[in-house]
């Protein structure tokens, strides 16, 4: 297995994208993280792997480390990002992700949870007009973009962004996910045949070969 693999989704996942999710992992134990979501967002009862839901609400669990570091995926759900990496960082989660990912663990996640990895992003933690974030935690270079066919404004806020001077980046449609290994891009699948990615820079578009689950 790789080491350092990261898996960002551009919209809500189905089984066939978990498992691919799990398939980079040395095992099938998931931490699914809720901090940009507090009111426990369902997912799909009919994700494989063994689930075990964390909440920072009241407070984390006193053994987060622990908890993080023994498991072989962490999970991270969508929702406000600015709010979550608020919190994340308020107890240490952020540096508690990155030893985790150092040491073998797959990071994934959809929406907030495909952005948080890249130094920026394009998020509504600050209204639906969407706005471009540049609060990431770096564990990515450059900035991304979920739900790019999902959501009508999400393109041209993102290309209009990076246009003007925005880190460029990597768009994704819902059903679509890219693999990196470390910090480089290995490849993109899609849960759904219409499902694209997208580099995407200065001078516009240029979609990218995806592989179909």
């Not at 994700?47 to 839901?53: C, R, S, V």
């Not at 995926?73 to 030893?99: Q, S």
Request: hydrophobic fraction near 45%.
């Amino acid at each position: 297995m790789p080491r350092n693999a990261l898996i960002g989704i551009g919209g809500f996942p189905n089984a066939a994208m978990f498992e691919y999710v799990l398939s980079h992992a040395r095992g099938r134990h998931v931490l699914v993280d809720h901090a940009a979501s507090p009111q426990f967002e369902d997912l799909p009862g009919d994700l494989p792997g063994d689930l075990t839901h964390l909440s920072f609400y009241p407070w984390p669990p006193e053994d987060l480390r622990e908890l993080a570091l023994g498991h072989d995926v962490i999970f991270v759900c969508g929702g406000n990002t600015a709010n979550m990496l608020a919190v994340w960082r308020a107890h240490g989660f952020d540096r508690i992700l990155r030893e985790a990912w150092d040491a073998g663990v797959v990071l994934a996640g959809w929406s907030a949870g495909m952005i948080c990895w890249f130094e920026a992003g394009v998020t509504d933690s600050f209204g639906p007009q969407l706005e471009g974030m540049r609060d990431g935690l770096g564990f990515l270079p450059g900035s991304a973009c979920p739900h790019y066919d999902g959501e009508e404004r999400r393109r041209p806020v993102y290309t209009g962004l990076v246009a003007g001077g925005f880190p460029p980046g990597i768009a994704l449609d819902d059903a679509a996910a890219a693999r990196y290994d470390g910090a480089e891009l290995k490849e993109v699948v899609a849960s759904d045949p219409a499902a694209r990615g997208y580099l995407v820079g200065p001078d516009g578009e240029a979609e990218l070969p995806v592989r179909v689950l």
